[in-house]
C-alpha cells in the first residue's frame, strides 16, 4: 500500500487547511501524526475502517477533524483555529492487518503499517 498525503502549505494563525491522504489500495484504521523540528514524531488523529471511530490529541480536540472516503481510499485532515504550535511535517499512516481499534491503539505509531511522505504545514502568527 502506498500512502500520499497533500494539502500541507503556510497560513495565518487562525486560518485553517485540509489534509487529505490516498491510498493505493485497502487500509483499516488510518492516523495522522506529525513531527516538529527537533521533536519527536506525535499523534494527531486516529478514525476507525468504518469511520465510527475516532480518537484525538489533546491539543488539536475541538479543532482538527478526521475523517475518510472508502470509495476513494483517502483520509482527511481539516484544520481549523490553527495555531503557531501546529506548524510541522504531517505524515498519514495506516493499518492494513487488522480492523480491531481502540482509542489506545489508535495513538501508538508501532500499530500502522505504512506511511505516507509527509506533507508540511507552516502557521505563520
Known amino acids: 500500500v502506498q500512502l500520499q498525503a497533500s494539502g500541507g502549505g503556510l497560513v495565518q494563525a487562525g486560518g485553517s487547511l485540509r489534509l487529505s491522504c490516498a491510498a493505493s489500495?485497502?487500509?483499516?484504521?488510518m492516523g495522522w501524526f506529525r513531527q516538529a523540528p527537533g521533536k519527536e514524531r506525535e499523534f494527531v488523529a486516529g478514525?476507525?475502517?468504518?469511520?465510527?471511530?475516532?480518537h484525538y490529541a489533546d491539543p488539536v480536540k475541538g479543532r482538527f477533524t478526521i475523517s475518510r472516503d472508502n470509495a476513494k481510499n483517502t483520509v482527511y485532515l481539516q484544520m481549523n483555529s490553527l495555531k503557531p504550535e501546529d506548524t510541522a511535517v504531517y505524515y498519514c499512516?495506516?493499518?492494513?492487518?487488522?480492523?480491531?481499534?481502540?482509542?489506545?491503539?489508535?495513538?501508538?505509531?508501532?500499530?500502522?503499517?505504512?506511511w505516507g511522505q509527509g506533507t508540511k504545514v507552516t502557521v505563520s502568527s
Open positions: 489500495g485497502r487500509t483499516f484504521t
Open positions: 499512516a495506516a493499518d492494513i492487518r487488522t480492523s480491531f481499534t481502540t482509542a489506545q491503539t489508535m495513538g501508538r505509531i508501532k500499530e500502522y503499517d505504512y
Open positions: 478514525i476507525s475502517w468504518s469511520g465510527g471511530s475516532t
